[in-house]
């Protein structure tokens, strides 16, 4: 499934799912810096949309609702995305205030909170992704100790797995490669290993039958890509 389709699967997945305000507050405020959010920093990052919660509900100090950007829901763990446009924030020093307080709150109730600005989402989403990467790594790595797919799946397999997905599930060797800063013989080797264990189909072309690209045939959903 390609990245827009899932996209919008998702989202009509969390508004089946919601009622009254909460469904609301989906439609509205999914906008365009949360779409930039999911699909150039958290597809890439991750490889499926599976486990992250738009305009998810929490309360503030005073008891009250609001909805956060983001939620992701790691076991007990609660980590918000919150994206921040300075049109909406930074000219309004009272909405500004109040943001910075409601985040602040949250994190007091054991809350992981990430602040991203949505110009910097816009013109160097590379620097996002890279500093996300680092800072849930103690959380994927909790996630994959807690799964299934992390016994069957080495660190590397999964890797390459979600980089099939986020590529409409193909993968080629050289420039998974080239991403990984790895030897290309070394890609072609676990994913040899994915196809023995029915994740990768190879897929050859030519009167040679030589493999070039190999195909990741699981879900998106699998808690294997954690």
Not at 43 to 60: A, C, I, Q, S, T
Not at 162 to 175: G, M, Q, S
Request: hydrophobic fraction near 35%; charge should be positive; charged fraction near 30%.
């Amino acid at each position: 499934m390609s990245l827009e389709k899932e996209h919008e699967q998702w989202i009509r997945d969390h508004l089946k799912r919601r009622k009254g305000e909460r469904r609301d507050a989906l439609k509205r405020g999914h906008g365009y810096g949360n779409r930039l959010f999911a699909e150039r920093v958290w597809w890439r990052l991750v490889g499926h949309l599976h486990g992250l919660h738009p305009e998810y509900e929490v309360k503030d100090w005073r008891g009250r609702p609001y909805f956060v950007d983001f939620m992701w829901l790691v076991g007990a763990l609660y980590i918000v995305f919150e994206i921040m446009d300075f049109g909406s924030h930074g000219t309004d020093r009272s909405k500004y205030r109040m943001d910075l307080n409601r985040g602040l709150y949250l994190q007091t109730q054991g809350y992981l909170v990430f602040y991203i600005s949505l110009d910097e989402l816009k013109e160097n989403p590379d620097f996002i992704l890279s500093s996300l990467r680092s800072a849930l790594a103690p959380y994927f790595l909790s996630t994959n100790r807690g799964s299934t797919g992390h016994n069957r799946h080495s660190r590397m397999e999964r890797e390459l797995m979600r980089i099939a997905v986020r590529h409409d599930r193909i993968l080629r060797p050289a420039e998974a490669a080239e991403e990984l800063e790895i030897h290309p013989t070394t890609v072609v080797k676990h994913c040899r290993t994915l196809v023995e264990k029915g994740k990768f189909r190879a897929i050859a072309k030519g009167s040679s039958r030589r493999v070039t690209t190999y195909e990741y045939i699981g879900t998106v959903q699998s808690p294997d890509l954690f």
